[in-house]
């Protein structure tokens, strides 16, 4: 008869703190990425760099907080992010964007409190 390899101490130690729900103790990954993925962001011409607000403790990677806007048309879209351990190329004509002016919201809507 052959038997099953019982697992190591560490990994039956840590499925039963799992299963107990200890595991709601660990902090939770906050979701943001190391420098090299998102170092700058890429717009085309004439679109600037619109900031976008969350909610207090709202984390995440740059790109899930700053989106290119054109204040023409009022459009926002996701930039083009590149660093130095992504072989992300931006688009030809792509620029680094000015930070858009106060009263520039989601969208183009104007921020009443601008």
């Known amino acids: ?35 090299g993925y998102e170092d700058e962001m890429w717009c085309a011409p004439g679109e600037c760099a ?13 790109s899930m907080f700053n989106k290119c806007h054109d204040a023409s ?18 688009p030809d004509g792509h620029v680094r964007p000015p930070p858009c002016e106060a009263g520039e919201g989601v969208n183009g809507e104007q921020d009443p409190d601008a």
Do not use: C, K
Not at 50 to 62: K, N
Not at 73 to 90: F, I, K
């Open 50 to 62: 619109l900031y976008v607000e969350y909610p207090d403790g709202m984390a995440g990677p740059a």
């Open 73 to 90: 048309t009022g459009v926002t879209t996701d930039g083009v992010w590149t660093g130095s351990l992504v072989e992300t190329v931006p």
């Open 1 to 35: 008869m052959r038997r099953t390899p019982s697992p190591s101490p560490t990994a039956a130690a840590a499925a039963i703190l799992l299963s107990s729900g200890a595991g709601l103790l660990l902090p939770p990954a906050l979701g943001a990425l190391p420098p």
